[in-house]
């Protein structure tokens, strides 16, 4: 059961009848997902996953980055949706809005707000998107130079571009040069999104020198630059890292999601739950706390079983009638509150702590004054 408080999403984890006692978990972003603050994500190209997991030509992706990480095992292309610019539009707004084909903005631009970065930036929470080869004083909105418009999905939004004004100041601000990420990690001035956009050798599109194999050359990439985003403390202080795929054009449709965070299960856990690019999307939904839920990401199952499962997931009657609690999935150093109701209206604050390690336990002894209880975790910013 979920239920909604403004934009926040509270679920219902459990209910134990036989006592009375219900008890939820309760974020900013919702669900069972951990409080992801920074959120990074690379998107390659076209390569069925059965390319990549075992692939000894990828050996940074399966002996560095998969033991450590959680993963996808049937993560899918979108039905028949090709080429690259629909995935793309679809991971930014969950539909393609009836576009199959890769033209620039010129022809494919969108007079539409209800996209991801919108949504975001409405709410103040920063975005950027860092593409290699983009000079940071016009928006890219042609391919030339290394730069694949069809790879940017933000500037085929109208309130991005300016309806394809190079010189529009919010597009510039907002989609910067590769090159700058490396600084920003440094100063941890990153935003809180960040869609990072490889070129056309580095994401695996095209097959280049010096490596001329895609596959190859797409490992050593990741093996460069992936090392800087874990190394940083946007990173390891609530941070994610997502690596995936726009597509396959193999008989095998699924594509790789492999997930790196300090609250991911990781040490190479797997799962084979149906998952698309609407999952996604989804997931930076619940992680941000933006909504509506837009497109498709409202009828698909997020991403949160890769992650430590942030709630309450234990509760255990004491002998004198009171209530034991432990909270999992949370920050530490963080403020937590465990919060307690008889009617899921009135809360009362029964524990505010800062947490030492990723759990705690708390004893609600007035409970036992109580025929119904109900109880909520909070994380503060």
Same mark, same amino acid.
């Given at each position: 059961?979920? &239920?909604?408080?403004?934009?926040?999403?509270?679920?219902?984890l459990a209910a134990l009848g036989a006592i009375g006692l219900s008890f939820l978990s309760f974020l900013a972003h919702g669900g069972s997902i951990p409080p992801i603050r920074t959120v990074f994500i690379i998107l390659l190209e076209n390569e069925s996953w059965a390319n990549i997991e075992g692939n000894t030509i990828a050996p940074y992706i399966n002996n560095t980055l998969i033991p450590m990480a959680s993963r996808c095992e049937a993560y899918f292309n979108i039905d028949s949706l090709h080429p690259s610019l629909p995935n793309y539009l679809w991971l930014e707004a969950g539909t393609n809005f009836g576009i199959l084909d890769d033209n620039e903005p010129a022809v494919n631009h969108l007079n539409i707000t209800n996209h991801l970065?919108?949504? +975001?930036?409405?709410?103040?929470?920063?975005?950027?998107?860092?593409?290699?080869?983009?000079?940071?004083?016009?928006?890219?909105?042609?391919?030339?130079?290394?730069?694949?418009?069809?790879?940017?999905?933000?500037?085929? #939004?109208?309130?991005?571009?300016?309806?394809?004004?190079?010189?529009?100041?919010?597009?510039?601000?907002?989609?910067?040069?590769?090159?700058?990420?490396?600084?920003? +990690?440094?100063?941890?001035?990153?935003?809180?999104?960040?869609?990072?956009?490889?070129?056309?050798?580095?994401?695996?599109?095209?097959?280049?020198?010096?490596?001329?194999?895609?596959?190859?050359?797409?490992?050593?990439?990741?093996?460069?630059?992936?090392?800087?985003?874990?190394?940083?403390?946007?990173?390891?202080?609530?941070?994610?890292?997502?690596? *995936?795929?726009?597509?396959?054009?193999?008989?095998?449709?699924?594509?790789?999601?492999?997930?790196?965070?300090?609250?991911?299960?990781?040490?190479?856990?797997?799962? *084979?739950?149906?998952?698309?690019?609407?999952?996604?999307?989804?997931?930076? @939904?619940?992680? &941000?706390?933006?909504?509506? #839920?837009?497109?498709?990401?409202?009828?698909?199952?997020? +991403?949160? $079983?890769? &992650?430590? @499962?942030?709630?309450?997931? @234990?509760?255990?009657?004491?002998?004198?009638?009171?209530?034991?609690?432990?909270?999992?999935?949370?920050?530490?150093?963080?403020?937590?509150?465990?919060?307690?109701?008889?009617?899921?209206?009135?809360? *009362?604050?029964?524990?505010?702590?800062?947490?030492?390690?990723?759990? #705690? *336990?708390?004893? $609600?002894?007035?409970?036992?004054?109580?025929?119904?209880?109900?109880?909520?975790? +909070? @994380?503060?910013?």
């Amino acid at each position: 059961m979920s &239920f909604v408080y403004g934009h926040r999403i509270v679920r219902l984890l459990a209910a134990l009848g036989a006592i009375g006692l219900s008890f939820l978990s309760f974020l900013a972003h919702g669900g069972s997902i951990p409080p992801i603050r920074t959120v990074f994500i690379i998107l390659l190209e076209n390569e069925s996953w059965a390319n990549i997991e075992g692939n000894t030509i990828a050996p940074y992706i399966n002996n560095t980055l998969i033991p450590m990480a959680s993963r996808c095992e049937a993560y899918f292309n979108i039905d028949s949706l090709h080429p690259s610019l629909p995935n793309y539009l679809w991971l930014e707004a969950g539909t393609n809005f009836g576009i199959l084909d890769d033209n620039e903005p010129a022809v494919n631009h969108l007079n539409i707000t209800n996209h991801l970065v919108t949504l +975001l930036n409405n709410a103040g929470i920063s975005w950027r998107a860092y593409q290699e080869h983009v000079p940071g004083t016009n928006i890219p909105l042609v391919t030339e130079n290394g730069i694949s418009v069809r790879h940017n999905p933000f500037v085929y #939004f109208d309130d991005v571009s300016g309806t394809n004004n190079p010189n529009y100041v919010y597009g510039i601000t907002h989609i910067r040069p590769y090159a700058e990420l490396s600084q920003d +990690l440094t100063n941890n001035t990153v935003a809180r999104y960040n869609f990072i956009i490889p070129d056309d050798c580095n994401d695996g599109h095209d097959v280049c020198s010096p490596l001329n194999n895609s596959v190859l050359q797409v490992d050593s990439w990741l093996a460069a630059e992936v090392p800087r985003i874990l190394n940083s403390a946007a990173f390891t202080n609530d941070g994610a890292l997502f690596i *995936t795929w726009d597509e396959s054009y193999e008989t095998d449709s699924r594509i790789g999601m492999i997930v790196l965070s300090p609250f991911a299960r990781g040490g190479g856990y797997a799962n *084979t739950t149906y998952y698309t690019h609407s999952s996604m999307l989804r997931t930076l @939904q619940e992680m &941000f706390g933006i909504g509506p #839920f837009l497109g498709d990401a409202a009828n698909a199952t997020d +991403l949160s $079983d890769l &992650f430590i @499962q942030f709630g309450i997931n @234990q509760v255990v009657r004491t002998p004198s009638g009171g209530i034991h609690l432990t909270a999992v999935g949370v920050s530490p150093g963080r403020t937590n509150v465990i919060e307690a109701s008889t009617n899921l209206v009135n809360w *009362t604050a029964i524990s505010t702590n800062v947490a030492l390690s990723d759990s #705690f *336990t708390v004893i $609600d002894a007035d409970a036992k004054d109580f025929e119904r209880r109900f109880y909520r975790l +909070l @994380q503060l910013p």
